[in-house]
C-alpha cells in the first residue's frame, strides 16, 4: 500500500501525469496549429509591409495622415487627392499588428470607402 501510495506521489510530480494519450495528441496538434496560424499572419503582415504594390512608389518620408485627414481627403472633388486618402487608409489597417479599426470607423471612413466601391472612374 505505501508502495503505491510513492509511485502515485511520484507519477504526479510529472506534468503530463494522469493525462491520456489521446489529450496530449490533442494538445500537440492545437499548439501546432496555433505556431503555424502565428507565424502565417506574420508572415503577412511581413510581405504587406515591405512589398510595394503595383505601380506604386514607395517614399519612406511620406507623410502618415490621421483618420480626419484621409476623411477629408476621401470627400475631396481632385481623385488623385481620393486615391492617395484611400492608399492611407489601407496602408494604416494592415500595417499594424493591432489595426486601430474602431478609430477609423468612428473618424468615419467606412462610409467614403464602401461608396467609393460603386464608382467607376478610381
Known amino acids: 500500500m505505501s508502495e503505491s501510495k510513492t509511485h502515485a506521489s511520484r507519477l504526479s510530480s510529472y506534468k503530463n501525469a494522469g493525462q491520456g494519450t489521446n489529450d496530449l495528441r490533442r494538445k500537440r496538434a492545437e499548439l501546432s496549429v496555433a505556431l503555424r496560424k502565428q507565424a502565417r499572419d506574420e508572415q503577412l503582415l511581413k510581405r504587406r509591409a515591405m512589398s510595394p504594390e503595383a505601380g506604386e512608389e514607395v517614399q519612406p ?22 486615391t492617395v486618402a484611400a492608399r492611407a487608409a489601407r496602408r494604416m489597417l494592415s500595417r499594424e499588428q493591432n489595426p486601430p479599426i474602431s478609430i477609423m470607423v468612428e473618424a468615419g471612413v467606412l462610409k467614403p470607402l ?8 478610381w
Not at 502618415?64 to 477629408?72: D, Y
Not at 461608396?115 to 472612374?121: K, Q
Open 114 to 121: 464602401v461608396d467609393a466601391l460603386d464608382r467607376d472612374d
Open 61 to 82: 518620408e511620406e507623410k502618415v495622415m490621421t483618420p480626419a485627414e484621409i476623411v477629408k481627403g476621401l470627400h475631396s472633388q481632385d481623385l488623385s487627392i481620393k
